[in-house]
């Protein structure tokens, strides 16, 4: 775990089907912030590539991770502390988002892979292809630096590990 601090700024990040939405939203109703996903941000284009199966490359994620960045930049900036529900797959995207942003914090929900498929095959309306699970393990680099959460815990049980790990 992380040291114990209140940061102003909370990634979630992981593969896709880990909970970081469902784990947003209730994290951030908790401590009484606001919720953002990472998704309403991707550009269509990158929808659209994403929904026909096929990966994105570093390239696609620029402009997304740009978004982003703007985004928890504008929040510490204002003081107006938020959750964001975010892959942050790479270290480089990870520093990205990060660039020099006092208070930001990353949590990393990792759950073994049979139980990201069945949440993946039970998943209705999202956008993300279950195909892209594979790309997605293969592009996580793991972080160093962030809070790690059982993600296969039920979600009161995976916000209290996250709140406790906060202090």
């Not at 990158?46 to 390239?59: F, I």
């Not at 480089?92 to 759950?111: D, M, P, T």
């Not at 309306?125 to 959460?149: K, R, Y």
Request: hydrophobic content about 45%; overall charge negative; glycine content about 8%.
């Amino acid at each position: 775990m992380a040291p114990r601090y209140r940061p102003q700024f909370i990634v979630l990040m992981g593969i896709s089907g880990v909970g970081k939405t469902t784990i947003g939203h209730v994290l951030a109703e908790r401590l009484g912030w606001r919720f953002f996903d990472a998704d309403d941000f991707h550009p269509d284009a990158n929808v659209a590539k994403m929904q026909r199966g096929t990966p994105l490359t570093d390239e696609d994620r620029q402009e997304w991770l740009d978004r982003l960045s703007l985004l928890i930049g504008s929040c510490v900036a204002s003081g107006e502390p938020a959750v964001l529900a975010c892959s942050a797959l790479k270290r480089s995207y990870r520093a990205k988002l990060r660039r020099g942003h006092e208070g930001v914090i990353f949590v990393y929900l990792k759950a073994p892979r049979e139980v990201v498929e069945g949440r993946l095959g039970d998943r209705k309306g999202h956008f993300f292809n279950p195909d892209l699970l594979e790309s997605q393990i293969a592009a996580l680099e793991e972080p160093v630096d962030a809070v790690v959460v059982d993600a296969a815990a039920s979600v009161e049980e995976i916000v209290d590990g996250i709140a406790d790990a906060l202090g």
